[in-house]
């Protein structure tokens, strides 16, 4: 999972356009708010885009601190990568509520994987 506090999505929106806010689920404690962009969606839209970002996501994946990496590679890809995060991850949350997987079943299931 890559976390993206509320002032780095204010400075992507800034920069890219609201779509970045569609890239992951929002949540908020009422003091923090934060977007969870599933490692997943960001491999599904890097399988789309050429010029070695499979191999990066790659490398993302292993990092103990996603979020630095991830803005670096949004910077460099831009748009395209946003929409295809943001295009994946409404696909990824079709298929969850098409079959029925509720976040707490999600959740778990992400981190045995991660």
């Not at 992507?12 to 779509?19: D, M, R, T, Y």
């Not at 460099?76 to 509720?102: C, M, N, V, Y």
Request: glycine share 8%.
């Amino acid at each position: 999972m890559i976390v993206l506090n509320d002032d780095d999505l204010k400075k992507l929106e800034a920069h890219f356009g609201p779509e970045v806010r569609q890239m992951g689920t929002w949540s908020s404690d009422g003091v923090f708010g934060f977007c969870a962009v599933p490692i997943s969606v960001v491999e599904k839209a890097a399988e789309k885009i050429s010029g070695g970002l499979a191999e990066t996501v790659q490398s993302l994946k292993k990092a103990e601190n996603r979020t630095d990496p991830f803005l670096q590679i949004v910077q460099e890809f831009g748009p395209t990568l946003i929409q295809k995060i943001a295009a994946a991850h409404r696909e990824h949350l079709a298929e969850r509520w098409t079959s029925g997987t509720d976040s707490s079943q999600y959740r778990l299931q992400r981190q045995s994987q991660n």
